[in-house]
Protein backbone atom coordinates (compact mmCIF):
# COMPACT_ATOMS: atom_id res chain seq x y z
CA UNK A 1 0.00 0.00 0.00
CA UNK A 2 2.64 2.24 0.45
CA UNK A 3 4.19 4.86 -2.15
CA UNK A 4 7.30 6.60 0.07
CA UNK A 5 10.48 5.66 0.00
CA UNK A 6 12.78 4.87 2.86
CA UNK A 7 16.42 4.03 4.44
CA UNK A 8 16.67 1.64 7.07
CA UNK A 9 19.84 0.28 9.18
CA UNK A 10 19.99 -2.42 11.55
CA UNK A 11 20.63 -1.46 14.91
CA UNK A 12 21.06 -3.98 17.68
CA UNK A 13 18.10 -6.00 15.66
CA UNK A 14 15.71 -3.32 15.85
CA UNK A 15 15.48 -1.40 12.25
CA UNK A 16 16.11 2.36 12.33
CA UNK A 17 14.17 3.90 9.34
CA UNK A 18 14.06 7.42 8.01
CA UNK A 19 10.18 7.04 5.94
CA UNK A 20 9.26 10.35 3.81
CA UNK A 21 5.47 11.23 4.26
CA UNK A 22 4.69 8.80 6.88
CA UNK A 23 2.35 8.43 9.81
CA UNK A 24 4.64 8.42 12.58
CA UNK A 25 4.50 5.01 14.86
CA UNK A 26 3.13 6.70 18.03
CA UNK A 27 -0.11 6.63 16.52
CA UNK A 28 -2.09 3.43 17.57
CA UNK A 29 0.80 3.21 19.89
CA UNK A 30 3.01 0.79 17.24
CA UNK A 31 6.56 2.52 18.31
CA UNK A 32 7.23 -0.94 20.43
CA UNK A 33 5.26 -3.23 18.31
CA UNK A 34 6.57 -2.40 14.68
CA UNK A 35 8.83 -0.16 12.34
CA UNK A 36 9.12 0.95 9.04
CA UNK A 37 11.17 -1.24 6.62
CA UNK A 38 11.38 -1.19 3.20
CA UNK A 39 10.83 -4.80 0.95
CA UNK A 40 11.78 -6.25 -1.96
CA UNK A 41 8.48 -4.85 -3.32
CA UNK A 42 7.49 -1.84 -1.64
CA UNK A 43 9.64 1.04 -0.55
CA UNK A 44 7.62 1.33 2.98
CA UNK A 45 6.15 -1.91 4.84
CA UNK A 46 6.21 -2.35 8.67
CA UNK A 47 8.05 -5.10 10.28
CA UNK A 48 7.10 -6.74 13.65
CA UNK A 49 9.24 -5.49 16.45
CA UNK A 50 7.70 -8.28 19.08
CA UNK A 51 7.04 -11.84 19.23
CA UNK A 52 3.32 -13.14 19.87
CA UNK A 53 1.87 -16.12 19.63
CA UNK A 54 -0.89 -17.13 17.12
CA UNK A 55 -4.75 -15.38 17.47
CA UNK A 56 -3.37 -12.85 20.02
CA UNK A 57 -3.82 -9.03 20.08
CA UNK A 58 -1.22 -6.50 18.44
CA UNK A 59 -3.21 -3.63 18.57
CA UNK A 60 -6.48 -1.94 18.93
CA UNK A 61 -7.51 0.26 15.48
CA UNK A 62 -8.32 3.84 17.44
CA UNK A 63 -8.06 6.27 14.91
CA UNK A 64 -9.78 5.05 12.06
CA UNK A 65 -12.47 7.43 10.34
CA UNK A 66 -14.83 6.37 8.02
CA UNK A 67 -15.32 8.36 4.90
CA UNK A 68 -17.41 8.86 1.69
CA UNK A 69 -15.28 6.54 -1.06
CA UNK A 70 -12.97 3.41 -1.24
CA UNK A 71 -9.28 4.22 -2.46
CA UNK A 72 -6.06 2.35 -2.20
CA UNK A 73 -5.47 3.62 1.49
CA UNK A 74 -9.17 2.79 3.03
CA UNK A 75 -10.24 -0.67 4.76
CA UNK A 76 -13.91 -1.89 4.04
CA UNK A 77 -15.82 -1.88 7.43
CA UNK A 78 -19.05 -3.09 6.16
CA UNK A 79 -21.24 -3.73 2.75
CA UNK A 80 -21.06 0.26 2.00
CA UNK A 81 -18.56 2.16 4.39
CA UNK A 82 -14.94 2.70 4.31
CA UNK A 83 -12.82 3.75 6.74
CA UNK A 84 -8.56 5.46 6.51
CA UNK A 85 -7.16 4.04 9.23
CA UNK A 86 -5.29 7.43 9.69
CA UNK A 87 -1.95 5.07 11.11
CA UNK A 88 1.04 3.97 10.43
CA UNK A 89 -0.84 0.44 9.87
CA UNK A 90 -1.71 1.91 6.14
CA UNK A 91 1.76 0.16 5.26
CA UNK A 92 0.34 -3.06 6.45
CA UNK A 93 1.45 -5.01 2.69
CA UNK A 94 -1.21 -7.42 0.94
CA UNK A 95 -0.33 -11.16 1.45
CA UNK A 96 -1.96 -14.31 0.74
CA UNK A 97 -0.20 -16.33 3.69
CA UNK A 98 -0.37 -13.03 5.88
CA UNK A 99 1.45 -12.19 9.09
CA UNK A 100 -1.90 -10.59 11.18
CA UNK A 101 -5.66 -10.01 10.55
CA UNK A 102 -7.63 -7.13 10.62
CA UNK A 103 -11.01 -7.67 12.93
CA UNK A 104 -13.22 -4.36 11.46
CA UNK A 105 -16.33 -5.50 13.76
CA UNK A 106 -13.48 -5.62 17.08
CA UNK A 107 -11.59 -2.72 15.40
CA UNK A 108 -8.15 -4.68 15.80
CA UNK A 109 -5.18 -6.08 14.49
CA UNK A 110 -4.51 -9.68 16.02
CA UNK A 111 -1.82 -12.31 14.52
CA UNK A 112 -2.93 -14.72 12.11
CA UNK A 113 -4.49 -17.60 13.64
CA UNK A 114 -2.33 -20.18 11.70
CA UNK A 115 0.98 -19.16 12.51
CA UNK A 116 3.12 -17.05 15.38
CA UNK A 117 4.31 -13.81 14.94
CA UNK A 118 8.19 -12.91 15.27
CA UNK A 119 10.56 -10.57 15.56
CA UNK A 120 11.46 -8.78 11.98
CA UNK A 121 8.08 -10.31 10.35
CA UNK A 122 6.52 -8.23 7.76
CA UNK A 123 3.17 -7.13 8.90
CA UNK A 124 0.77 -8.31 6.29
CA UNK A 125 -2.73 -8.99 5.85
CA UNK A 126 -5.20 -10.85 3.19
CA UNK A 127 -6.44 -7.55 1.13
CA UNK A 128 -9.67 -9.72 0.68
CA UNK A 129 -11.09 -10.20 4.54
CA UNK A 130 -12.05 -7.14 4.18
CA UNK A 131 -12.40 -5.71 0.91
CA UNK A 132 -15.25 -6.64 -1.47
CA UNK A 133 -14.16 -5.06 -4.33
CA UNK A 134 -10.64 -3.27 -4.78
CA UNK A 135 -10.12 -0.01 -6.11
CA UNK A 136 -6.50 -0.83 -7.60
CA UNK A 137 -6.42 -4.55 -8.06
CA UNK A 138 -3.12 -5.48 -8.39
CA UNK A 139 -0.45 -8.77 -9.30
CA UNK A 140 0.39 -10.22 -5.94
CA UNK A 141 4.01 -10.10 -5.31
CA UNK A 142 3.70 -12.52 -1.72
CA UNK A 143 5.22 -15.59 -2.85
CA UNK A 144 3.12 -17.99 -1.42
CA UNK A 145 3.58 -20.22 -4.10
CA UNK A 146 0.29 -22.23 -4.82
CA UNK A 147 -1.25 -20.49 -1.99
CA UNK A 148 -1.00 -17.47 -4.56
CA UNK A 149 -3.85 -15.61 -5.87
CA UNK A 150 -2.15 -14.20 -8.67
CA UNK A 151 -4.15 -10.60 -9.28
CA UNK A 152 -5.81 -9.29 -6.23
CA UNK A 153 -9.24 -8.21 -7.47
CA UNK A 154 -11.33 -8.52 -3.91
CA UNK A 155 -13.02 -10.82 -2.46
CA UNK A 156 -16.15 -11.23 -4.76
CA UNK A 157 -13.78 -12.64 -7.56
CA UNK A 158 -12.87 -15.28 -5.11
CA UNK A 159 -14.75 -18.73 -5.03
CA UNK A 160 -16.38 -19.06 -1.76
CA UNK A 161 -15.02 -22.84 -0.82
CA UNK A 162 -11.35 -21.37 -1.77
CA UNK A 163 -12.52 -17.93 0.07
CA UNK A 164 -12.93 -20.17 3.27
CA UNK A 165 -8.94 -20.68 3.59
CA UNK A 166 -8.52 -17.15 4.88
CA UNK A 167 -9.83 -15.32 7.90
CA UNK A 168 -12.54 -13.07 6.36
CA UNK A 169 -14.93 -10.57 7.90
CA UNK A 170 -18.14 -11.10 8.87
CA UNK A 171 -19.36 -8.07 5.74
CA UNK A 172 -17.37 -10.40 3.21
CA UNK A 173 -19.29 -13.84 4.37
CA UNK A 174 -22.41 -11.89 4.12
CA UNK A 175 -22.17 -10.63 0.87
CA UNK A 176 -20.39 -13.98 -0.36
CA UNK A 177 -23.32 -15.95 0.89
CA UNK A 178 -25.60 -13.32 -1.06
CA UNK A 179 -23.92 -13.63 -4.73
CA UNK A 180 -23.22 -17.34 -3.77
CA UNK A 181 -27.15 -17.83 -3.48
CA UNK A 182 -27.95 -15.22 -6.27
CA UNK A 183 -25.50 -17.52 -8.61
CA UNK A 184 -27.53 -20.91 -7.64
Known amino acids: MATSSATTNATAGKFVSEPKATYSLSIENLTDLGA ?3 NATQPDSLVSQVSLPAGSLFTPITT ?10 TVQISQDKHV ?6 VYMNHSCRPSVEIDTDLMEVRVAKDRDLQIGDELTFF ?19 SGCLGTVTGAADIEA ?20 SKNE
Open 84 to 89: ELNSAL
Open 64 to 73: ATEVSQKKWS
Open 161 to 180: QELRKWFVNEHIVKQKNAQT
Open 36 to 38: YSP
Open 127 to 145: YPSTEWQMDKPFVCLCDAG
